[in-house]
């Protein structure tokens, strides 16, 4: 995951059991867990955030297609000549 493998998971698990107590372990594991949850929230809402302003430039970046503003130049065309007969 970060480098870190079982062996020093377990004895982070140790230290902090050491330090804090098993009555506090647990209230940490479970405000670390919401921690982790909220962080998850926020990088998922600014993915799809992210996500929308892309297709939204993408659409003004692109502009007409090429093929429509031939249309509109061969529509010009044909009115004005038109015009001449």
Do not use: T
């Not at 929230?41 to 692109?62: I, P, T």
């Amino acid at each position: 995951m970060f480098g870190i493998g079982f062996a020093e998971i377990v004895l982070v698990v140790v230290l902090a059991l050491l330090v804090l107590g098993p009555e506090k372990l647990p209230q940490l594991g479970k405000a670390l867990a919401k921690v982790f949850k909220e962080f998850n929230k926020v990088k998922r809402e600014f993915r799809e955030a992210l996500s929308e302003a892309e297709a939204e430039g993408k659409d003004v970046e692109q502009g007409p297609s090429e093929d429509a503003a031939g249309e509109k130049m061969a529509n010009e065309r044909h009115e004005a000549n038109r015009g001449r007969h």
